[in-house]
């Protein structure tokens, strides 16, 4: 199985799994909400309508869990059981975000895994993948910090 070196700095871990997950998902979910404003209109997350998706952080150790209620992404209450489960390294997640590095090879390499619905994996999955980033907002601000971001954690790790 193939491990990233850049594993994130377990003095900063520490501090960020101790915020509760449902605040790191409003602020993952508002922001997504705002990126993702079109496509949430135009019923591309449809597939995800009363499904749960948790994303697991390993190396922040960070958790949280997402849903769709139809017209938005919503931070889940504590304690529901999800239908889809991402875990990665935030290297890794950064590496997916800033489309440096494809999903396939991440997922073959095993440095992102998922566990349940896999057909729910897949949709995300092409979700992610027919995103054409040039149509979403600020997203000359967002490369420039995502790329940054990795350059950043490459220097770092």
């Known amino acids: 199985m193939a491990k990233s070196r850049h594993l994130f700095p377990s003095l900063l871990a520490k501090p960020l799994s101790l915020i509760p997950g449902r605040v790191h998902a409003s602020?993952?979910?508002?922001?997504?909400?705002?990126?993702?404003?079109r496509q949430i209109a135009d019923g591309e997350l449809e597939f995800m309508a009363g499904r749960y998706l948790q994303v697991e952080v390993m190396d922040a150790e960070i958790r949280f869990t997402l849903s769709f209620d139809g017209t938005r992404l919503l931070a889940?209450?504590?304690g529901k059981s999800p239908d889809l489960i991402f875990r990665g390294n935030v290297y890794d997640?950064?590496?997916?975000?800033?489309?440096?590095?494809?999903?396939?090879?991440?997922?073959?390499?095993?440095?992102?895994?998922?566990?349940?619905?896999?057909?729910?994996?897949?949709?995300?999955?092409?979700f992610l993948d027919a995103i054409d980033i040039e149509s979403l907002p600020y997203h000359r601000l967002m490369d420039r910090f995502l790329n940054g971001g990795v350059r950043l954690y490459e220097r770092l790790t």
Not at 27 to 37: E, G, K, P, R, V
Not at 97 to 113: I, P
Request: hydrophobic share 50%.
């Open 76 to 78: 889940a209450s504590a």
């Open 93 to 126: 997640f950064l590496l997916l975000a800033s489309r440096r590095e494809d999903s396939d090879t991440l997922f073959f390499q095993r440095r992102l895994k998922i566990e349940g619905d896999t057909e729910m994996g897949l949709a995300i999955k092409n």
């Open 27 to 37: 602020l993952i979910s508002t922001a997504l909400n705002h990126l993702f404003a």
